[in-house]
């Protein structure tokens, strides 16, 4: 079965610092993999996505992703944290056994960025 | 480009009354989405639809729960005689293609008393 894992429930930065928040996926093919994060009592705001190409995929707002094929991984990195990137982060991949393009999650990772 | 419009924002309903909650694509998107955020968990599917066609219901509950995508206007889900484990916030997302990214609503929260 296809699925995604956040193994963090929260990561605490202080402002300036770089950041990670790491996701692991587990799919049968290629993955579509997805970064959106949420703010409070708000909808969700596409960050990045990679489909293919290269392995360092740039987002909105500063974030970049990593993929690693061979560790089944897609972490969420900034090079300096802002005290507004507190928030909500979800990893999500693409479900390919379904051909409908829907979306798998993961449990999301609280993201704290103190000053 | 107005952006995906959920409403109502937020929906307080009794046990055993209905919830309707509405969802405007973007617009060029015809394809929606619905998934559902329990408390403190993360976005589970529920349905997926093109205009006036259900195409992946496979996670959306078998009963009291319908959703529907007509040739006009917004998408609706529908929850019939609603108790309080249907309390959750509901999200809609559309996208021009299923290859293509999602973009989210900011939700409708709904409360069951």
């Known amino acids: 079965a296809q699925s995604v894992a956040q193994p963090e429930d929260q990561v605490n930065v202080a402002e300036g610092n770089p950041l990670t928040v790491k996701c692991t996926y587990s799919v049968s093919g290629n993955p579509y993999l997805f970064w959106y994060v949420q703010y409070p009592n708000r909808g969700l705001q596409f960050l990045l996505k990679y489909i293919t190409g290269d392995n360092l995929v740039k987002g909105s707002y500063g974030f970049e992703a990593e993929f690693n094929k061979s560790q089944t991984s897609f972490h969420l990195k900034k090079p300096s944290a802002l005290v507004s990137d507190s928030a909500l982060y979800f990893c999500a991949v693409r479900d390919e056994t379904s051909n409908t393009g829907k979306l798998i999650f993961g449990q999301g990772t609280t993201l704290q960025v103190k000053p | 480009n107005a952006g995906v419009m959920q409403n109502p924002r937020h929906l307080v309903r009794r046990r055993g009354q209905e919830a309707r909650l509405r969802c405007s694509p973007m617009?060029?998107?015809?394809?929606v989405y619905w998934y559902r955020q329990l408390p403190e968990e993360g976005l589970k599917f529920m349905v997926y639809?093109?205009?006036?066609?259900?195409?992946?219901e496979s996670g959306m509950p078998k009963e009291r729960f319908s959703a529907e995508f007509p040739k006009e206007g917004p998408s609706i889900l529908r929850i019939q005689q609603v108790v309080r484990g249907d309390s959750a916030a509901y999200f809609c997302a559309s996208s021009p293609d299923r290859e293509e990214t999602q973009y989210f609503g900011p939700g409708t929260r709904l409360l069951v008393l």
């Open positions: 639809l093109q205009k006036e066609n259900i195409i992946d």
């Open positions: 617009k060029g998107h015809s394809h």
